[in-house]
């Protein structure tokens, strides 16, 4: 498994304001994976796009790949405040599960 | 369905002291298991995974190691412990080999060495 490094490192909108973070990575890809964590707890699955597809949507989230560029970006659409976590991404291929230094995202009420 | 149980959620322990740190799984079987520790504001740092009983990797040279004596149960030790030891512990499981499916991870025991 490839880990992802994500940008930026950190991110602060307000409430209502879109957010978008970015993933790359170094090598081919089956899938990409977004996971949230919210602070002093675990990762939380949000949404796998597969190698052969561009965007997926779920909810307020979108996600893009590029395999072109080997990046993904993450879209949130009208964040909220229950939106602030740390974002990470991870290409989740073979056995090992690594991850990047992730986006921390804050949305200011 | 299936769940990942890890405790304690809150350990203070000295230096020089032991550490048994467990993570059991609960509705799968042969799942892949993981151990990550996370520092303050960063990013995640896989320590040691499994793929089966007995089998561990190790991703980082340290003050610690990783067991799974059963299918599902994965520990976390060391026989003693440093100040660089603290962090924020957690573990997870995906399936057996399979690209598609998301992993899912316990609660986290942080850990703080004094």
């Known amino acids: 498994s490839q880990q992802g490094e994500e940008d930026p490192q950190a991110l602060s909108i307000q409430e209502g304001e879109n957010a978008t973070m970015n993933c790359s990575y170094k090598t081919s890809i089956n899938n990409l994976q977004w996971y949230r964590q919210n602070s002093g707890r675990g990762l939380v699955h949000l949404i796998l796009?597969?190698?052969?597809?561009r965007e997926k949507h779920s909810g307020r989230l979108r996600v893009t790949l590029d395999t072109s560029k080997k990046s993904s970006s993450l879209l949130i659409t009208a964040s909220r405040a229950a939106d602030t976590a740390s974002y990470f991404c991870t290409d989740n291929a073979g056995n090992m599960l690594t991850f990047g230094g992730g986006t921390r995202l804050m949305v200011k009420p | 369905s299936q769940t990942i149980h890890q405790w304690p959620a809150t350990l203070v322990q000295p230096v020089g002291s032991p550490l048994s740190l467990e993570c059991t799984v609960e509705?799968?079987?042969?799942?892949?298991l993981y151990w990550y520790r996370q520092a303050a504001g960063r990013g995640l740092q896989l320590l040691f995974y499994?793929?089966?009983?007995?089998?561990i990797s190790s991703e980082v040279p340290q003050n610690l190691s990783a067991s799974r004596p059963q299918d599902r149960q994965f520990i976390l030790s060391s026989k003693k412990l440093l100040l660089s030891d603290s962090g924020f512990y957690l573990c997870?499981?995906?399936?057996?080999?399979?690209?598609?499916?998301?992993?899912?991870f316990g609660q986290g025991t942080r850990l703080t060495v004094v």
């Open positions: 796009i597969r190698s052969n597809e």
């Open positions: 997870a499981w995906k399936g057996e080999g399979l690209g598609d499916t998301e992993a899912f």
């Open positions: 509705g799968t079987s042969n799942p892949n």
């Open positions: 499994s793929v089966g009983i007995g089998q």
